[in-house]
């Protein structure tokens, strides 16, 4: 069973998009990583900030661990950062190590702040991402058309879908996934542990972008029973047993949706979202022994369905139109920019 994974539709087609695409220059793709905490200014870590151009996360891990002399396995980060960009973020170095002051980095490595920390930064130790993306090509009346969509996507939500970077080149990674847990592929010897991650998480983005369009196409006037839900501004979530009860939360908007991410940690929807997320699984071609496996290689977790992009400013500079905005930690720029040049980038972008 060859399995690709399905293109996620757009969100805001009854308004005009901006046209054009994210332009060439490493400027035209600026992140800057929000730490979920910031450095202590003491404890047995250096944190370094730094600042990257063309250059991606693992990269600088390793041209850090060279530098100071420290294996690739010590040094933490938050998030994973892409080389298309100039990205900025927190990485964290044993304490043992020589001070930053000394280290030989590369020129495309800049640190521009030095604290330190009691721990080692781990994935996921973020808030989320600013990004400043610069558009070229862009149609006439994209400013005014740019502002309307951030209104729409505040109004109604961004869909939290995963990008493409997150299966590979022409969707791969998802095929070999499904194939490594249908029985009919073998992982190549020696990359076992490393291609077992990587195939685990493709596998789960794809159930969750194909269980976030399904239950959008249900519609969001009323909550799914059984669905597993987030308290907005709290990590706290619950399954939704009683509709009437928790209708007035969901239309204030005190509830937030989420979509599965198998694991044997994710919380377990009921009744008719469990049907609805069953029948995702099942057109995957994935049967309980292979869900099984995937739960060895992937804890498992809810995520939110739909996020709201802040600190929006959207304005023309030049031949190019800025976007600049903020999102939750694990969101993808690139499906925002998607929805409003509704055209899907070439190449990967940093998302974090």
Known sequence: MTVTPERPPLWTLGLPGVGGRIGPELTDFVVEELPAYAPSGSGDHWYVLVKKRGVNTRDAALAIARASGCAERDIGYAGMKDRHGVTTQWLSVPGRAPAPDTWQLPAELTVVEVSRHTNKLRTGHLRGNRFDVGLVGTLEGAEEHARALFAELARRGHVNYF????????????????AWLGGEARLPRGRERFLAKLYASALQSEIFNRYATRRLERGLGELLLGEVVRLAGAGASFVVEDMAREAPRWQARDLCLTGPMPGPKMREAKADAADLEAEVIAGLGLDPAALDELGRHAPGTRRDLLVVPEGVSVAMEGDRLRLRFTLPAGSYATMLVRELTRADEAGARSDG
């Open 163 to 178: 990008g493409s970077q997150r299966f590979g080149r022409d969707g791969r990674n998802l095929a070999e996934a499904v």
